[in-house]
Structure formats: structure tokens, C-alpha cells
């Protein structure tokens, strides 16, 4: 937890490889490890038997897809990920939180947790677990910025392109 990774490979579930390029030039991001994208939030078995599938070191649910649009627009695309649950790390199925259009349903989650008592210390445990991944994300990126060391690859971005909303979303 805590750990902030430049996935060397992005796949998804079905082993499709995508296309990293863009890396910034600095020893902070170390480009290494394979992230496979999941269409839904993994429990720990699902972490476990991609990690064997794919020798996956992370598991997301957006890189891939990302990816996807970036190359459609000829936009260089790179993940960065900071992590926030160990592959152990079990929370009981979010999809029912998680509306058509991939919003998170956040009083949902609230009302349904409050009343479930032997969830609380997951969520805790979570929301420790998630501020920790931004902090370090936070300071990565700080120092980088800071650093002034220049992008390397493509200099699109998505902004400049005539992308659409729906195609934003896919």
C-alpha cells in the first residue's frame, strides 16, 4: 500500500496487451510490473488468479480502457498507479454502487455500510489504505513537476483532440 508504479505492460482481462509509451524521464517513475484490467472490483481470489493468468503485479479496473481511447486519438498514454489494497484485501462486491455510467453511487455506499456493522472495518481500513496511495501519488507527482524534467514521447493531449463526450466515456 502505498506504492506508486509505471506499469511496464497494461492488458485486460482477455490478454490484450496495449501499447505504454509515454514515460516521463525520471528514476521517480519506474517503468516495471504487468497491470491487468478488470471489469469490476476484484475480490481477493479474482487478484489471485489473474496474478497466476497474467503474472500480474496490479489489478485495475480503467488503464486498458484508457488506453484504448488514447490510441484511437493517437495520444501516447502511460499509467501511473499508486497502490491501495493488497492483493489479500477483500470488500464485499461494489458494483451494485456503480451506476450505467461508471459514477460512484457514494450515499448508496454510505447508507448500506452504516447499517452493516461487519463492514466497517474493511471500509476503514480502505479509506487508510486509499489516503495513503494519494499522499504518495501526491508527492511523486509534486516532486516531478517540480523537477522540471520534460515529458518524453507524443505531446497530444486528449483536450486538443475533437473527442467526444460518449467516446471520453468508453
Not at 78 to 93: M, R
Not at 97 to 126: H, N, Q, Y
Not at 135 to 145: A, G, P
Request: hydrophobic residues 40%; aromatic residues 6%.
Amino acid at each position: 500500500v502505498g506504492d506508486v508504479i509505471c506499469p511496464a505492460t497494461v492488458m485486460d482481462e482477455t490478454g490484450t496487451t496495449v501499447q505504454v509509451e509515454f514515460v516521463p524521464d525520471t528514476h521517480d517513475f519506474r517503468r516495471s510490473g504487468v497491470l491487468v484490467t478488470v471489469r469490476s472490483v476484484a475480490t481477493a481470489g479474482h487478484k489471485r488468479l489473474i496474478a497466476e493468468r497474467y503474472h500480474a503485479d496490479i489489478v485495475d479496473m480503467e488503464a486498458s480502457a484508457v488506453s484504448g481511447v488514447a490510441a484511437e486519438h493517437g495520444v501516447t498514454f502511460c499509467a501511473v498507479k499508486a497502490i491501495s489494497d493488497e492483493h489479500d484485501f477483500e470488500l464485499s462486491d461494489m458494483s451494485r454502487f456503480v451506476d450505467p455510467e461508471g459514477r460512484f453511487r457514494t450515499g448508496r455506499f454510505i447508507l448500506r455500510t452504516c447499517v452493516r456493522p461487519s463492514t466497517w472495518s474493511a471500509v476503514s481500513k480502505l479509506a487508510s489504505n486509499s489516503a495513503k496511495a494519494a499522499t504518495e501519488l501526491c508527492r511523486l507527482l509534486s516532486d516531478w513537476l517540480a523537477s522540471g524534467v520534460p515529458f518524453t514521447g507524443n505531446q497530444s493531449a486528449l483536450s486538443d483532440s475533437n473527442m467526444t463526450r460518449e467516446q471520453m466515456h468508453r
